[in-house]
């Protein structure tokens, strides 16, 4: 805990999730660190159709006094009185490329998975695939390319990925067509600077995972729900997070604070917990309650 009382800042896992590959559609390595650090902290912890990470904690038990009554009961709040249920989000993914094809001799053809400025990426390094095979991306030579196209930005479409590969046969056991490639880029500290790829929003995620380190205050007027997600993508996040503030009846339009979040970790106090399920197909990854897993 931090001298006002915040939960302290992870940079540990800010750097694990950083380095891990991400790109959007195959966030399954950032969500699975995610999942293993909220797993005993939260009460469930569940997938979602979209493939966000929904952790919840539910609120404590009304105080009760000596003769069993609950405690404030003549009042608004003791009478179930319906509170606010506040949103928090964050997206796991990140730009990338996609190998589209493989050429025969060896080169990989790819296409942009996100916004990428194609003048960057000349030279660049990049990890394909969970096994990390590292490439660089080529275009032809100065001498090979007209005058007159020298001075321009070459297309993202005309340059390629370099594996070292000297036949299709032997691009293709090592990557196939489909893999995703993120920038090879390690997170490091210099000073008091951060370094690393996927800070947006990485960083994110990582606040949202650091809140769950607290549980939230036993106050009679407390939130009827608050949910903290890590949003699978970025790319299409206003109606995911619409609908989820939706779906757990919230009265504050979230949605405008994370438009750029579709992957989740949520967390949430309601008073009534069967009013906020939610339902969509999901598969539930683990209960601290029960200390079950299901799939």
């Not at 950083?18 to 969500?31: K, L």
């Not at 493939?51 to 009760?64: E, F, N, Y």
């Not at 949605?255 to 750029?260: I, L, P």
Request: proline share 7%; with cysteine; hydrophobic share 35%.
């Amino acid at each position: 805990m931090s001298g006002n009382g915040a939960p302290r800042f992870q940079e540990g896992l800010l750097r694990a999730i950083s380095n891990a590959p991400g790109v959007s559609g195959g966030e399954e390595a950032v969500r699975a660190i995610l999942a293993e650090y909220a797993r005993d902290k939260v009460d469930s912890l569940e997938v979602d159709a979209m493939g966000s990470l929904v952790a919840r904690i539910d609120p404590p038990p009304p105080a009760r006094g000596k003769n069993g009554t609950r405690v404030g009961s003549g009042s608004r709040a003791g009478r179930g009185r319906k509170g606010p249920h506040v949103m928090l989000c964050a997206h796991m993914d990140e730009v990338g490329l996609m190998v589209t094809a493989i050429e025969k001799e060896g080169r990989l053809r790819f296409r942009r998975v996100g916004g990428i400025d194609p003048r960057i990426l000349p030279g660049q390094v990049f990890r394909i695939g969970a096994e990390g095979i590292r490439a660089v991306v080529g275009a032809l030579p100065p001498h090979l390319v007209p005058r007159a196209e020298r001075e321009k930005v070459t297309a993202a479409e005309d340059l390629y990925l370099d594996i070292g590969a000297r036949s299709r046969e032997e691009a293709e056991e090592r990557v196939p067509v489909g893999s995703y490639a993120v920038f090879d880029t390690n997170y490091e500290a210099w000073g008091n600077t951060r370094k690393g790829k996927a800070f947006d929003d990485r960083a994110g995620c990582a606040v949202l995972a650091s809140l769950i380190q607290r549980r939230p205050p036993v106050e009679p007027r407390r939130p009827r729900g608050v949910s903290d997600p890590i949003s699978r993508s970025c790319s299409k996040a206003r109606r995911p997070a619409r609908r989820r503030a939706r779906r757990r009846k919230s009265s504050i339009p979230t949605w405008a604070a994370v438009r750029r979040s579709p992957c989740r970790i949520a967390r949430s106090w309601s008073t009534r917990g069967s009013s906020t399920r939610s339902r969509t197909p999901r598969s539930a990854i683990g209960s601290r309650r029960s200390g079950s897993v299901r799939e």
